[in-house]
Structure formats: structure tokens, C-alpha cells
């Protein structure tokens, strides 16, 4: 092993983040970077330094003969204080990321059906009291919810069959775990080659969600026809799900980078974080479907009640936000 990858290796073990570790060294983050990206070397004095932090010998740092196993003790999980971290292999880092690739577009499909399930039910209610389609409120009613259901129960399916296949991979996104020797280069290098095509689609599917609600305004400041209305509120919904649809299928894929390297959302102290808001996550989410369910059937304007989903992710979003600040102060 190389300097650069024992770095990696030992600040993996420890949990540290690259800005934790340029902190406890008083350099930049992008310093340390650098350093496990072999395009610099760090000074002496930083050496010895690291050689402290880690509790390791600076012979081991330095030569490039001595392998972990010759250093001292690796550090203990705190879930299994009886086995060190979990070893990620190359081949099982290749895997994983071909198996990203295979089942997040699948996901993402589920992910737009989601998203668009209420759009025909909201079209066929719009048109039918505009004047404009010669059916009945309640069969406009029954042809949309029908739909809507038919496409939540696909989306369901595509979940749920997806998700098995990543099954063994789970900790990787959950758990601290330790990468062996040119795991990181060989992600670090995808992860150049795939930049372009990630800005791409993360540009596109921000200038979607900008973009979606244009129509809509406009059609209204202008007092058309409520069909109209009801049809930009469709393609708003259209453009929302194709933009959910690129984030999942195509930036994704980036997250499975991070989540191999251990970085941005995927650092151990974040995993941690998410692991402790994933139930008040499931039982927020639970309690809105009700809510929608209920209010809809009660009210009976399903063409009305989808702004349920829209103002509930925008208070998920807070209360995320103060779930993590209280978690961080804890």
C-alpha cells in the first residue's frame, strides 16, 4: 500500500471525514484530498502528525512494504466490538455500482408513476367540469382513480423487486465499512468519466422543476379557462416526475459513488444521522398518505387534494432539517 491509500484506509477506520482530518492537521480539506489522490505528498511534520492521530508508526506510513496487518490494531466498530469494519473488495465495489446502474432507472420509473398517478384523474375531473368531456363526474372519478391505482401498484412492484437486488449491499449506504487497496482509485475514476453526464441531468432536471410552475402562472395571471388550469397542472406534475426520474436514475448513480467513498451524504457521522430519522421519516409519510386518503375520499375533490403531496414534501424538508440540527446537538 501506497502513503495516499493508507491515508484513506486509516481515516476510513477512524470515521473522520476529509474536512475532519484537514481540521485535526490545520490544513484545507483540499489538502487532504490531494494527499489519497496521490498528487501530492504531505510534509514531515504532517506525517508525524497523522502517525499520531491514527496511532500507527510513521515507518508504516512511510514504507510502502508494511501492509495494515504489520501496523498496529485497526479500530473496533461500535455495533460489533468484536470484529473490525466490514472490508469492501474490488470486486464487490464493481458490483455493487453495475447493479446501481441496472436498477435505478427501474426505481426511477417507479419513482415518476408516483409522482404522476394523480394527473389523469386530475385531467378527466377538470375536463368533465369544464363541459368539455360528456361523462359524468363519478365515472371521470372511477377511470382516474383507477388509473392512479393501477400506476401506484406498478410503481410498488418495481420497488419492491429492485430493491431485493440491493439487498446485500445495504451497508454500504448504512454502515462504516473499509475499502481495500485501488477500490478508491477505481471509483474516483468512474466517478470522473460520469461528471459530465451528471451535471447534465442534474442541470436539466433543476431547470425542470423551475421551469414546471411557468405555465401554470402564466395561465392563470392571463384568467383562462379553468381546463386549462387544470391541464398545466398536469404538466406541471409531467415535468416535476421527469425531473424526479433523471435525479434517481442518473445522479444516482454518482451517490453510489459517494456512498463507496464514504463522502458528502455517506460520511459514518451522517449514516448515523439518517439512521435515527429513517423511522420518524417512515411515520411521517404514513400519516400523510392517510391524511390524503382520507380528505379525498371525504371531500370527494381529487382534482384538488394532490396539493397534499406538494405542501407535505415541502414540511418534510423542515423537519428534516430540525431532526438533523437537534441530532447534531445532541
Not at 510534509?43 to 508504516?60: G, P, R
Not at 426511477?108 to 361523462?135: E, R
Not at 418495481?158 to 446485500?168: E, K, Q
Not at 390524503?292 to 432539517?321: E, H, K, M, N, P
Request: aromatic residues 8%; hydrophobic residues 50%.
Amino acid at each position: 500500500m501506497i502513503l495516499a491509500d493508507k491515508i484513506i484506509n486509516e481515516r476510513k477506520k477512524n470515521g473522520w471525514s476529509q474536512e475532519e482530518l484537514a481540521e485535526m492537521l490545520n490544513v484545507s480539506r483540499q489538502s487532504v484530498s490531494k494527499w489519497e489522490s496521490a498528487q501530492s505528498i504531505p510534509d514531515l511534520q504532517k506525517i508525524l502528525k497523522m502517525a499520531e492521530i491514527f496511532n500507527v508508526s510513521t515507518d508504516y506510513l512511510l514504507k510502502d512494504e508494511m501492509e495494515p496487518e504489520t501496523a498496529a490494531p485497526s479500530h473496533i466498530t461500535e455495533n460489533d466490538p468484536g470484529s473490525a469494519l466490514r472490508k469492501v473488495s474490488l470486486e464487490e465495489a464493481s458490483e455493487y455500482i453495475s447493479i446501481k446502474k441496472n436498477v435505478l432507472p427501474k426505481i426511477a420509473l417507479g419513482a415518476f408513476l408516483c409522482v404522476t398517478c394523480p394527473v389523469i384523474l386530475i385531467l378527466l375531473a377538470g375536463l368533465q367540469d369544464g363541459g368539455i368531456l360528456p361523462i359524468s363526474q363519478n365515472v371521470a372519478v372511477a377511470i382516474g382513480l383507477l388509473c392512479l391505482f393501477a400506476q401506484l401498484g406498478i410503481a410498488v412492484f418495481l420497488f419492491i423487486t429492485n430493491h431485493g437486488r440491493l439487498s446485500a449491499f445495504e451497508f454500504i449506504e448504512h454502515d462504516a465499512f473499509e475499502t481495500e487497496y485501488g477500490v478508491d482509485g477505481m471509483v474516483k475514476e468512474r466517478m470522473a468519466a460520469s461528471e459530465p453526464i451528471y451535471t447534465r441531468a442534474l442541470t436539466i432536471g433543476v431547470l425542470l422543476c423551475i421551469l414546471s410552475c411557468v405555465p401554470l402562472v402564466i395561465c392563470a395571471v392571463m384568467g383562462l379557462p379553468a381546463f386549462v388550469i387544470v391541464s398545466m397542472v398536469c404538466l406541471l406534475l409531467l415535468l416535476v416526475g421527469v425531473a424526479v426520474y433523471l435525479f434517481i436514475a442518473i445522479c444516482g448513480v454518482n451517490s453510489a459513488y459517494k456512498a463507496l467513498l464514504q463522502e458528502g451524504d455517506y460520511t459514518p457521522e451522517k449514516k448515523m444521522k439518517d439512521d435515527k430519522l429513517a423511522k420518524l421519516s417512515s411515520i411521517y409519510w404514513m400519516f400523510i398518505t392517510v391524511m390524503y386518503l382520507a380528505v379525498s375520499f371525504l371531500t370527494q375533490r381529487w382534482d384538488r387534494t394532490w396539493i397534499i403531496w406538494a405542501v407535505s414534501g415541502v414540511l418534510f424538508a423542515l423537519i428534516r432539517v430540525i431532526g438533523d440540527s437537534l441530532i447534531k446537538a445532541d
